[in-house]
């Protein structure tokens, strides 16, 4: 019988574990797997917490479904039927910027129309089909990239924002062919970004015409899909799949070593336990620990990754004191003079049953890279920041009669320029450890679509591994 360990039981861990026994059993190969997770809940990021009748999401509401990786893992856990699509009003999305609430215009036309961005800023948008190419060679920001091909105005009311919304990040730091690699890709194939929207509109025209489903083009596209007690459903299903013995809760791994016997000795503080296969689904920071003695370099390298921290606040109403029609997903703030959040969500717009009969749920969000001291922030520092943000942006003078706050230290990881060189390493180094394989939100992709698909990836390079041998 051969052993596999999987360290972390977030999303990715989950999965990987979930997705190596299915593959294993595929394969026909007797796999025992453990998933090693530190606390005493597994899940990660991922917390649905129902209190007083509003359901609180800790950390992600959702995933879209513009990505298969999500809905794929559905179909293999037979959930597929169990799925909640936000409601249709949820398209709707606005961004805050010259002291008013814009609505995102969904396609070409509405953007003229829409008063967001100045006449000279659309004046220069409209100059982008002639801006040329990428600098060669060069690991561009995406400010860099927003300033040179759109401008500053679209940089600071349309790109800034996605970035706050997707990695809580400064896009003076962020990597664009790190963390928007699609359209670093859009623009060395088409030479521009409104010739790839011709060519791309053209060929969903095409689709839909063939009877194909064809996702919104609002917002960063898809659906936000979730289950009706939240997305933590996702967790606990995969969870309950496991739950022959195969995952170990507060049972933190404390270092990798090698082994005698087996390629691989995890350390855990209840004891050693040595495998063939190792899958590190734990945050960038907690592997580069872990592999501080097998391979100090590779330990360094996932040590360079860093993570911005985030506050999550959630705050309940009586519907009938609140006077903004809360028709719509919710709002992120570009980058804007006084402004203290990120952004406010308005959950129970977004999916059902989200707050009480007669209530509302919003959600805001405080700190992230360009905020990084907010987190230390005391409870009433914090409140301060997002009831003062709500009074100015949606004119909200009432208190929450509900009030949950959530700190992420943290939060999510940040491709910063460099991030294409820290992953070249690591596979690098990866390739002198075989069967040892990194998983999670700290390298291809934050959203839980890219988890997924970091854990099949995972899941897959482990049963290969096995065949080889
Ligand atoms: C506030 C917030 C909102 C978000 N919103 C969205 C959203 O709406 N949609 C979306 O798609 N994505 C969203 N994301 C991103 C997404 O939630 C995360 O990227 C994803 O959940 C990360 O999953 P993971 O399994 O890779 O990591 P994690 O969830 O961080 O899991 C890692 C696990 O490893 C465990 N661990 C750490 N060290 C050890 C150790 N030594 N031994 C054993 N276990 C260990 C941890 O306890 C943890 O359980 C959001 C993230 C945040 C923070």
Request: net charge neutral.
């Amino acid at each position: 019988m051969k052993k596999a360990i999987v360290v972390g039981g977030g999303i990715s861990g989950l999965a990987s574990a979930f997705l190596l026994k299915e593959k294993a059993k595929a394969a026909g190969i007797a796999l025992d797997v453990t998933l090693l997770e530190k606390e005493k809940r597994v899940g990660g990021k991922i917390w649905s917490m129902k209190n007083d009748g509003y359901l609180c999401e800790w950390g992600p509401n959702g995933f879209l479904d513009s990505k298969p990786q999500t809905l794929e893992l559905c179909d293999n856990l037979k959930i597929r039927g169990q799925l909640l699509r936000s409601n249709s009003s949820a398209r709707k999305r606005f961004i805050y910027a010259d002291g008013q609430l814009h609505r995102l215009p969904e396609d070409g036309f509405s953007f003229f129309k829409s008063r967001m961005i100045s006449w000279p800023g659309k004046i220069r948008l409209s100059m982008e089909p002639f801006i040329p190419g990428p600098p060669e060679g060069v690991d561009e920001t995406v400010a860099a990239f927003g300033r040179r091909r759109l401008g500053a105005e679209a940089l600071q009311k349309l790109i800034s924002p996605m970035v706050s919304g997707i990695f809580a990040g400064d896009t003076e730091t962020m990597s664009l062919k790190s963390c928007f690699p699609r359209i670093a890709e859009l623009e060395r194939e088409y030479g521009g970004l409104v010739m790839a929207m011709v060519m791309l509109a053209r060929k969903k025209r095409r689709e839909r015409a063939e009877g194909k489903v064809v996702s919104s083009p609002a917002g960063p596209g898809g659906v936000l899909t979730s289950f009706p007690d939240g997305i933590q459903e996702l967790t606990d299903f995969l969870a309950e799949r496991l739950a022959d013995g195969t995952i170990v809760q507060g049972a933190g791994a404390t270092k990798i070593s090698e082994s005698r016997d087996l390629p691989y000795q995890v350390h855990t503080e209840n004891g050693k336990m040595d495998a063939d296969i190792l899958i590190l689904a734990t945050p960038s920071h907690a592997s580069a620990s872990l592999l501080l003695e097998l391979d100090p370099e590779m330990s360094s390298v996932l040590k360079g990754i860093q993570y911005s921290s985030m506050t999550v606040v959630c705050l309940g109403y009586e519907r009938d004191r609140i006077a903004h029609d809360l028709n719509g997903f919710g709002y992120l703030i570009a980058k804007e003079d006084g402004m203290k959040t990120l952004g406010t969500l308005w959950d129970s717009s977004i999916f059902e049953n989200r707050a009480p009969q007669g209530k509302v749920l919003l959600r805001s969000m405080l700190g992230g890279a360009c905020f990084p001291e907010y987190i230390k922030l005391s409870d009433d520092e914090v409140m301060q920041r997002v009831k003062g943000d709500l009074r100015h942006i949606m004119g909200i003078n009432e208190e929450p009669s509900f009030v949950r706050i959530f700190r992420h230290p943290e939060a999510i990881p940040q491709y910063t320029v460099g991030h294409g060189e820290r992953l070249a390493s690591l596979q690098e180094k990866a390739e002198q450890h075989p069967g040892l394989i990194l998983a999670g939100n700290s390298y291809r992709g934050v959203g839980i679509n890219d988890c997924v698909a970091s854990a099949n990836n995972a899941a897959e390079a482990g049963i290969n591994r096995l065949l080889k041998r």
